[in-house]
Each structure stands twice: as C-alpha cells, then as structure tokens.
C-alpha cells in the first residue's frame, strides 16, 4: 500500500454518515433505499407495513460513504408488533447524522401525531423529500414544496420519484453537504450488513404479500429454519416455516390443492438463488401460532423484538 493510501480520506474532507429514512407505512422508502443503493435490498409491496426491520444499505462515492437505514412505516403504536416496528424507526432516527423524511404528493397534515413530534425536535438536519411526484402534475408541486417548507422552514424540500429514479442526483448531492466528515466505516465492497439468511427470509416474506389478500400481510410470518450452505457453490438448502395465526389462514396460504404455495414457493426460489448465485433448494412449511403477534416469545424468535 502507498503511503498515499494511508493517508486519513478525511483530510480530503471524505465524509460518512447514517441517513435515516422515515415516514409513513407504503410512502416509498424502500423503493427509495433499493434506488439509491442500486440493488434489491430491502423488499417492497403495495401493502403498508411491509418492512419490518431496520435495514442498512452502503453507498460509496469518491468522497463519502453513504450508510441509509431504511424503517418500518410509523404509525401509532397498538399492539406489540406495532410496538416494536416503531422501536425500530425510532432507534434509526437516534442513529442517524441526516434524517430523510419521505412523505406522500400530498400536503402534510400537521396532526400526524407520531413522527411529527419527533421530527421538530430532531437535532440532526432533516431532508424533506416529496416522493411519488410521477404521479401528480408539475403545477401541483410548487404548493406542496410551499407548505412542506412552512412546516420545516430550515429544511430543504426535494421533490423525486423513488420509482422512476427521478431527483435521486439531487438528493444525494443534498444528503453529502449535510453530512459529517468521518473515516468510511465498511469496506468498499460491502452493501450492507443484514446477512443472506435474512435477506432470504424476507424474499418469501415479499412473494407472500404479493399473493395474499389485504388482511393476510399482516397474519404472516416467516422463519427460515435452516440454512445449509455445505454444499455450496452448488447449492443452498433452506427449510423455512411460514407462520400464520388461525386455521383458516393456513389453508389460504397452501390454495387449493397446495397451488398457492407452490406458486409462492417457486417465485421465491427463483429470487433467492439470484440473491445466492446459486440453486437453492426450499423446503416450505405452514404452521398455525396462534396470535403470534401479541406472544413475546414469538416476536423474539422472528427477530421483531430483542
Ligand atoms: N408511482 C410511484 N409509486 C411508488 C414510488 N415509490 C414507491 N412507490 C410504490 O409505493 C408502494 C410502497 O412502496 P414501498 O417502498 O414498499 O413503501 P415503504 O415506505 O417502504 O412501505 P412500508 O415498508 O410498508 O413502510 C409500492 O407499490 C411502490 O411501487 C414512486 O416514486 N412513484
Ligand atoms: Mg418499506
């Protein structure tokens, strides 16, 4: 290595920060964090409240290194998983050194009594950041970009479309003037931290959503079981249970004559070997816990609570 290379990047003024995105269940945000990265990341639905973790995604530039966590949707907080989704948005909130707020094409409404609150009494810059913005007429913007800068007078309005990639430039050319300088925290080749096993859980997780009705989403749960990577680079063996809280649930995720889950199981297979590089065989199970949601237990063992 030269000693050029040794040299502290941050006396170059290189810069390094946690990036928060927050906002509303189904706003864009892990649209945004899969554009922003360039990779499938974090999954996404048309259903809110599809993410249920604290997720990292690295970005490197020549001067920065670009550390965005993307949240679970923040809504009030009933019930224990509700609770710990909130927990999860929040701890990325404390973690952050710029806090991205993504919001909906539509005024804000100033009784959003969850993240509001917060938001004013951040000590981090915030970033306000109008997505969805395919989906309106450009005279429509200037309003809104109006009254999301009377709500937040001292931060800058950035209207995109996480879906068309449109403002991203923009965004990100924002976020690095806000950030701190700092030594990169990962190497250059990392994107982010959560691990093949959980990237794998959530991409049935994703197929699920997509196949089920409105109530179901919020029924299912996915735990893989086991993970056997002894005979890679060939293959990947993971068994996984999907979790459902009533009988009756089980049958609509196994569909007549097991139709749904075969199809669920096939699309899931396919985007789990791009996720590995390699085949994967998956062994799937439907199994009933009863109201897992409000058992402590159960939302220990499926990583939803420590
Ligand atoms: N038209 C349009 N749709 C978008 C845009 N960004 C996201 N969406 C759609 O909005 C829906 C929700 O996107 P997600 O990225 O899952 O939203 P989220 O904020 O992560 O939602 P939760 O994880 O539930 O909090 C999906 O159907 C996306 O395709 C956009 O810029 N334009
Ligand atoms: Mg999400």
């Known amino acids: 290595m030269s000693t050029e290379n040794r040299k502290p990047k941050t006396e170059n003024g290189f810069k390094t920060g946690h990036i928060a995105l927050i906002g509303l269940p189904n706003v864009g945000k892990s649209t945004l964090l899969n554009k922003l990265v360039g990779e499938k990341l974090s999954i996404t639905s048309p259903k809110p409240q599809t993410t249920r973790h604290r997720l990292l995604g690295i970005v490197n530039r020549p001067g920065a290194q670009l550390l965005y966590l993307d949240t679970p949707g923040v809504l009030e907080p009933k019930g224990q998983l509700n609770q710990s ?3 999860a948005a929040l701890s990325a909130l404390a ?4 806090v991205v707020w993504l919001v909906e094409p539509r005024p804000p409404d100033p009784r959003d009594p969850v993240l509001l609150p917060h938001l004013q009494q ?3 810059p915030l970033i306000v950041v109008i997505n969805k913005i395919d989906l309106i007429s450009k005279p429509k913007l200037l309003p809104l970009m109006e009254a ?3 709500l937040f007078p001292q931060a800058p309005v950035i209207p995109v479309s996480a879906l068309l990639g449109d403002g991203l430039p923009e965004l990100e050319a924002e976020i690095i003037k806000l950030l701190p300088v700092g030594e990169p925290i990962y190497p250059e080749e990392q994107i982010t931290e959560q691990t093949e096993r959980f990237l794998a859980t959530e991409l049935l997780r994703e197929r699920l959503l997509h196949h089920l009705g409105e109530e179901m989403p919020y029924a299912v749960a996915v ?3 086991e993970f056997d990577e002894s005979r890679r680079p060939d293959l990947v063996s993971i068994r996984a249970v999907i979790y459902v809280e009533r009988e009756s649930q089980k049958g609509i995720v196994i569909g007549k ?3 749904m889950l ?3 199981g096939q699309e899931a297979r396919g985007e789990m070997e791009s996720l590995l590089g390699c085949r994967v065989y998956l062994d799937l199970w439907v199994k009933v816990w009863k109201n897992w949601r409000k058992d402590p237990k159960a939302l220990r063992l499926l990583g939803y609570q420590t």
């Open 95 to 98: 973690a952050a050194d710029v």
């Open 257 to 259: 004559k097991g139709q």
């Open 85 to 87: 989704l909130v927990q």
């Open 262 to 264: 075969k199809t669920i």
């Open 122 to 124: 951040l000590s981090q």
């Open 223 to 225: 735990l893989i079981e």
């Open 148 to 150: 999301y800068h009377q």
